[in-house]
T-cell receptor, first 115, second 112 residues
Framework: GAVVSQHPSWVICKSGTSVKIECRSLDFQATTMFWYRQFPKQSLMLMATSNEGSKATYEQGVEKDKFLINHASLTLSTLTVTSAHPEDSSFYIC???????????FGEGSWLTVV | LAKTTQPISMDSYEGQEVNITCSHNNIATNDYITWYQQFPSQGPRFIIQGYKTKVTNEVASLFIPADRKSSTLSLPRVSLSDTAVYYCLVGDAYNAGNMLTFGGGTRLMVKP
């Protein structure tokens, strides 16, 4: 089946620094990728939709200057958390939809801890 | 948007069949129904997808009545490893939209 991979799985960074999370579609071309965040024991919350070659679309309340998304190729989208603060600590998950596919597949998730 | 409603939690025992129902009263004509399973600290895993009637794969069955206003995920003979949160999503992935909106999910606890 389709595989979506995230890297890193775990990352710890100091407050004020930036951290990048990668999302790759391994066996299909993903025209659209999605980024979610999930707090413990809560559901997934959509942050933004990333379209290859164009600007990401952010959900209401998500700061686009803080959560930079780049979808430079059909197999890679990156989420950069800029000037991270402890409240940004969360589980970040990406998903991807392939061309002609009606199913969305998710990555393994990335834990971010800001200290 | 096709909002989904699921039970918050369910308990079962090993070897039993588990049925989790999802209500989606305002499902649109082009919407599909997709179920995902999520373990702690992992991304959701695709289980099954359907449009109408019944769909079966190696891990589950999905029952969808004619009016499509609800669906039931059936897990045969669950084991301890099936303890997870199960999400029902409704939408047309081709047009993104509400396929991307997660409800609260159902937390399934399988006991020995």
């Amino acid at each position: 089946g389709a595989v979506v991979s995230q890297h890193p799985s775990w990352v710890i960074c100091k407050s004020g620094t930036s951290v990048k999370i990668e999302c790759r579609s391994l066996d299909f071309q993903a025209t659209t990728m999605f980024w979610y965040r999930q707090f413990p024991k809560q559901s997934l919350m959509l942050m933004a939709t990333s379209n290859e070659g164009s600007k990401a679309t952010y959900e209401q309340g998500v700061e686009k200057d803080k959560f930079l998304i780049n979808h430079a190729s059909l197999t890679l989208s990156t989420l950069t958390v800029t000037s991270a603060h402890p409240e940004d600590s969360s589980f970040y998950i990406c998903s991807a939809r392939g061309t002609g596919r009606n199913t969305i597949y998710f990555g393994e998730g990335s834990w971010l801890t800001v200290v | 948007l096709a909002k989904t409603t699921q039970p918050i939690s369910m308990d079962s025992y090993e070897g039993q069949e588990v049925n989790i129902t999802c209500s989606h009263n305002n499902i649109a004509t082009n919407d599909y129904i997709t179920w995902y399973q999520q373990f702690p600290s992992q991304g959701p895993r695709f289980i099954i997808q359907g449009y109408k009637t019944k769909v079966t794969n190696e891990v589950a069955s999905l029952f969808i009545p004619a009016d499509r206003k609800s669906s039931t995920l059936s897990l045969p003979r669950v084991s301890l490893s099936d303890t997870a949160v199960y999400y029902c999503l409704v939408g047309d992935a081709y047009n993104a939209g509400n396929m991307l909106t997660f409800g609260g999910g159902t937390r399934l606890m399988v006991k020995p």
